[in-house]
């Protein structure tokens, strides 16, 4: 990787309620990891995302909850910002889609492509609940595919066979609300033209050789079936359509997969604006140079591999109709599209109206984030479904990161801390000594080439893997022995203790909280791994908000072995990582969903 430059686009999660583990294991936990190794390797990053708060559903839960739409917004976008804080997710910023700079973004964006014939008006019969009256989103109508028969295609797409597909093409459709049959009548919206977009889209995802193979596979079969995508919708909660005799329309709005997209420009936008370089944003946009990484679950990539893709090439006058670059200049389109399987449980899906879910918040209270994170990064979801149980999730903790890592950690430093009460002075060296030390730095190397992959699996994999020799060379070195050889005792800790330096560093973008307690235990003093601020802002008087910040850059973790200082005082050793009851393996805490029972 050449450029210094890193946007690290993470997908918007939905504010209709908390967001639960299996969301975090595809947008939020992979994302981090890869943005704290870019910045540790001396790259600008720029992490940016929001809560996604416009659609059918937020007004749909909002009515559940007996509250006005924008109160339900702010709730979950408060519930949500504390906890991707307490996760440690390091954004430079995340926002939300309810800002009156999201709505300037999203509507010049609007109309860039509408000056350059990518966005047309025609008339079509779209889906209304009978009961209600209100519109039904193409994702909230289900019924058997028209094309391989699958009986639970929904009204945007079949995840069956993958085809992009209309409401009004399913059979025998029905609102996943409440059952009942949609009503489909005729109106005018707007459609984003994506078959004037798929020569363009065709040449550029040639060029998309390094993709992870579902990503591709999946993108190339979309775009064989291109078919015009409507981007407005008869809703009265969302962003208004930017043209005369649609802007004062009550009942029209730009619908909600299309503004979300949008949102990593917006909040890259705001970003530069509260950090006091209003153009500073075009950095990570206007340089083709620049690695733009965007993170989500699988069944958001046909936005970030396809449409978002459409919309820049359409608003930078580059589809096949041609046209003249928008308000923003020339964007660039996505480097990597980095796409998590899903995390079930018991073999289905999390689901909050089923009670089958286990809620991030609920986690952290329990077991913090380092047990979550740990987790996610050597047993989620990174390329295929996996399933979370609590008998696993206990064993990894207690076998691995708490007898493993936590463990040698614990008994290198508590034996220098006893012995001499600060990074010891090593003697000569021996070969086992040099073997070990030489395994640990050529670590760096494996590790790093992983996650600049997004291969963190791989990558945490390999950390252990050098744990599990430390505490192997400590078995057989016995340090505890040498009392009558102290040159060789110390010349046993001080190794150790390197390897220890060296591997916390290795888990520094994955385990941020642990490795800046570790820092501490050696001796450092400062800031190791930053970690994200809740601070409160407004926006032209408007009403207070929370977002997602932090000062990442004056973070002292560097990705490279940093020789320990003989003499350096260690602070006492306290423990880590707790050792979980094993009786939590078979159902789980008291809150959990019993899986048996699913």
Not at 347 to 376: C, M, N, Q, T, W
Not at 433 to 444: E, G, K, M, Q, V
Not at 534 to 549: A, C, F, I
Not at 576 to 585: E, I, S
Request: aromatic letters at 10%; glycine letters at 8%; one cysteine or more.
């Amino acid at each position: 990787m050449t450029s210094s430059r890193v946007l690290t686009a993470v997908a918007w999660p939905y504010a209709n309620g908390p967001r639960h583990i299996g969301h975090v294991s595809g947008f939020g936990v992979p994302s981090d990891v890869y943005a704290r190794y870019m910045r540790m390797s001396g790259h600008q990053v720029l992490m940016v995302s929001g809560t996604d708060e416009h659609g059918t559903p937020i007004s749909v839960q909002a009515e559940n909850e007996g509250v006005p739409v924008r109160e339900l917004a702010d709730k979950y976008n408060r519930i949500i910002v504390e906890d991707l804080q307490g996760l440690g997710l390091s954004y430079d910023l995340f926002t939300r889609t309810t800002t009156k700079n999201h709505y300037r973004v999203t509507q010049e964006i609007f109309l860039s492509l509408h000056r350059n014939g990518y966005v047309v008006a025609r008339p079509t019969r779209g889906a209304i609940s009978p009961s209600t009256g209100r519109t039904l989103p193409d994702r909230y109508i289900e019924g058997t595919c028209p094309i391989c028969g699958y009986e639970s295609a929904r009204g945007d797409q079949c995840d069956n066979c993958g085809n992009q597909l209309d409401p009004i093409d399913l059979k025998n459709p029905r609102s996943r609300i409440n059952g009942e049959t949609p009503q489909f009548v005729e109106t005018e919206h707007f459609f984003l033209d994506l078959p004037a977009l798929a020569e363009s889209l065709t040449e550029w995802l040639k060029t998309r050789e390094d993709w992870r193979p579902n990503v591709i596979k999946f993108s190339q079969h979309l775009i064989d079936d291109l078919r015009p995508r409507a981007i407005t919708r008869d809703l009265d909660w969302g962003v208004p359509v930017p043209l005369d005799g649609w802007r004062d329309e009550p009942m029209k709005r730009l619908y909600v997969w299309f503004d979300a997209v949008i949102g990593y420009l917006s909040a890259s936008i705001e970003w530069a604006a509260r950090t006091g370089d209003p153009d500073a944003w075009k950095a990570w946009w206007q340089d083709p140079e620049t690695v733009a990484s965007y993170f989500m679950g699988k069944d958001n990539i046909v936005f970030h591999s396809v449409i978002w893709p459409g919309i820049l090439l359409g608003h930078n006058g580059q589809g096949d109709r041609g046209g003249e670059p928008g308000t923003f200049g020339v964007l660039d389109l996505p480097t990597e599209v980095v796409s998590s399987e899903y995390l079930t449980m018991s073999g289905s899906k999390f689901s909050s109206s089923r009670g089958h879910v286990i809620y991030v918040g609920d986690f952290l209270r329990e077991f913090g984030p380092d047990a979550l994170r740990y987790f996610i990064a050597v047993a989620g979801p990174e390329n295929q479904d996996t399933d979370f149980t609590w008998e696993e999730f206990v064993r990894r903790n207690n076998t691995e990161l708490a007898a493993q890592w936590g463990n040698l950690v614990n008994r290198a430093v508590s034996m220098a801390w006893k012995n001499v009460g600060a990074i010891p002075q090593p003697g000569e060296l021996q070969d086992v000594d040099r073997t070990l030390l030489d395994a640990s730095r050529a670590a760096f190397d494996v590790v790093g080439e992983a996650l600049s992959h997004s291969h963190f699996k791989h990558g945490i994999t390999e950390v252990m893997r050098i744990v599990g020799l430390a505490n192997q060379y400590l078995s057989e070195t016995e340090p505890w022995k040498l009392k009558d050889d102290p040159a060789r005792r110390d010349t046993v800790l001080w190794t150790v203790l390197q390897v220890v330096a060296d591997c916390n560093v290795m888990f520094t973008p994955f385990l941020p909280h642990a490795a800046q307690k570790i820092y501490t235990m050696l001796g450092g003093e400062g800031v190791w791994a930053a970690l994200p601020e809740v601070r409160t802002v407004s926006e032209d008087g408007g009403p207070d908000y929370p977002v997602l910040m932090g000062d990442y850059a004056s973070a002292a973790a560097v990705w490279a072995s940093q020789p320990i200082v003989a003499g350096t005082p260690l602070a006492k050793p306290e423990p880590l990582f707790a050792k979980l009851d094993d009786a939590l393996a078979e159902n789980g805490p008291a809150w959990a969903p019993i899986e048996a029972t699913v």
